[in-house]
């Protein structure tokens, strides 16, 4: 899946470089490029989901929280992940209703493996009309 806005603000892969254009006045990672980098991560692990149905979503943040545990001095990696049941539950329900709501959770990872930053993103996907 391209997401536009990765690109615009240097975000490139599975990872965010601790690159100038992304850190704030300390010179760690800005905690609107951590936010970005894990709401993109979950968005982009959500599409897994739908590999033969990427023109026929429209996945859509609802809500989302996040907490900084760590400055970000180096590269972050995120590991995503969404509970088996409920993502069991999204499916079905999808399935019936071309609609449904499902929670990932993100973690950020600086390169010593120290969680930077956490957080979950609840998202709307609705099938196109």
């Known amino acids: ?70 400055q970000a001095l180096t590269a972050l990696v995120s590991e995503v992940s969404v509970d088996k049941e409920d993502l069991e539950k999204f499916k079905v329900r999808f399935a019936l209703k071309g609609r449904a709501s499902i929670v990932a959770n993100v973690i950020l990872r600086d390169d010593e493996g120290d969680i930077t930053c956490q957080g979950s993103f609840k998202w709307f996907v609705q099938r196109k009309e």
């Not at 806005?5 to 760690?28: A, R």
């Open 1 to 70: 899946m391209i997401i536009p806005f990765m690109d615009t603000i240097g975000l490139v892969g599975e990872t965010l470089e601790c690159t100038k254009g992304v850190q704030n006045h300390l010179g760690s990672i800005h905690a609107g490029a951590q936010f970005t980098f894990a709401e993109s991560m979950s968005g982009k692990y959500l599409s897994s989901i739908f590999p033969d149905m990427q023109d026929e979503i429209i996945p859509l943040l609802r809500e989302s929280t996040v907490k900084y545990k760590k």
